[in-house]
């Protein structure tokens, strides 16, 4: 059981004395460290905010100018394949004219040919009709 006596004024002297040194030698630079820690750790969060705003921002303006080279990319390309198309149809229009023209050489070349085959042969008919003519008469 606890008895009060004269020792519990020395006791809370004691004690009083001891929470005062502890304080002054102990708590309060603790306290202060702790403080400084906090001030520390709000600054680097602050930072890290400011870094995360800050790549987002590049991240997006990187998107946006990847978006934009696409969209060019894809522009320049249609143009060149409109290029090719055009210059393809244009190869093919001039190809088809030089084999028509070579067609239509070619085949009044043939008629020529067939006309003056004919006109040999007209020529030879009546000689080859007498032949016939004095075979078959005898």
Same mark, same amino acid.
């Given at each position: 059981m606890i008895d009060i006596d004269s020792s519990i004024l020395i006791q809370a002297?004691?004690?009083?004395?001891?929470?005062f040194i502890l304080n002054q030698l102990l708590f309060k630079p603790i306290r202060?460290?702790?403080? *400084?820690?906090?001030?520390?750790?709000?600054? #680097?969060?602050?930072?890290?905010?400011?870094?995360?705003?800050?790549?987002? *921002?590049?991240?997006?303006?990187?998107?946006?100018?990847?978006? #934009?080279?696409?969209?060019?990319?894809?522009?320049?390309?249609?143009?060149? *394949?409109? /290029?090719? /198309?055009?210059?393809?149809?244009?190869?093919?229009?001039?190809?088809? #004219?030089?084999?028509?023209?070579?067609?239509?050489?070619?085949?009044?070349?043939?008629?020529?040919?067939?006309?003056?085959?004919?006109?040999?042969? *007209?020529? #030879?008919?009546?000689?080859?009709?007498?032949?016939?003519?004095?075979?078959?008469?005898?």
């Open positions: 002297a004691n004690f009083l004395l001891m929470w202060g460290i702790i403080k *400084k820690r906090g001030e520390v750790m709000a600054g #680097q969060l602050e930072a890290i905010n400011g870094f995360t705003g800050s790549a987002a *921002k590049k991240l997006a303006d990187y998107e946006a100018v990847l978006t #934009q080279a696409r969209a060019a990319g894809m522009s320049t390309r249609e143009e060149l *394949k409109a /290029q090719a /198309q055009a210059a393809e149809q244009e190869l093919l229009g001039a190809a088809q #004219q030089e084999a028509s023209a070579k067609l239509g050489a070619a085949r009044s070349e043939i008629a020529a040919q067939a006309k003056a085959a004919s006109d040999a042969l *007209k020529g #030879q008919v009546r000689a080859m009709a007498e032949k016939a003519t004095a075979k078959i008469l005898g």
